[in-house]
C-alpha cells in the first residue's frame, strides 16, 4: 500500500513557475514508476510527466520543454518543476504511482494503482 501527499500548488501569473512535490510512504518507493496527471474543469484527466526507478523521463508534448519531473529516493518525494506556466495549464493536479508499467502505456491513467488527493494550479493571464 502506497499514500500521496501532493503540495505546492496555488496561484501564480503567466509566465511564472511552480514546483508540486509528491510525498509518498512506503519502504520500496524507489521501485515505483512515478506520474503526475492533471485534470481541468469538464476535461478528462491528462498525463503530464512520469518518471520510472531508473530516472527515465517522460513528458507530454504540451509541457516538454518547460516540466521537469524528478525524484529523490532518499525522501519517497517526486517533484515537477513548472516553468512558463500558461493559463491552460489551470488544472488539479494529480501524483500516481504503480510498481509495473511498461513505457507503452505510461501515460495511461488506468494503468497507475495509487493516486493522491491532487492539489490545485491556477494561472492567470
Known sequence: QVQLVESGGGLVQAGGSLRLSCA???RTFSSYVMGWFRQAPGKEREFVAAIR????????DSVKGRFTISRDNA???VYLQMNSLKPEDTAVYYCAADRAI???TIRL???YDYW??????TVSS
Not at 526507478?53 to 507530454?60: E, I, P, R
Not at 493522491?116 to 494550479?121: E, I, L, P, S
Open 24 to 26: 509518498a510512504s512506503g
Open 53 to 60: 526507478w531508473s530516472s527515465n523521463t517522460y513528458y507530454a
Open 75 to 77: 525522501k519517497n518525494t
Open 102 to 104: 511498461i513505457v507503452s
Open 109 to 111: 491513467p488506468n494503468e
Open 116 to 121: 493522491g488527493q491532487g492539489t490545485q494550479v
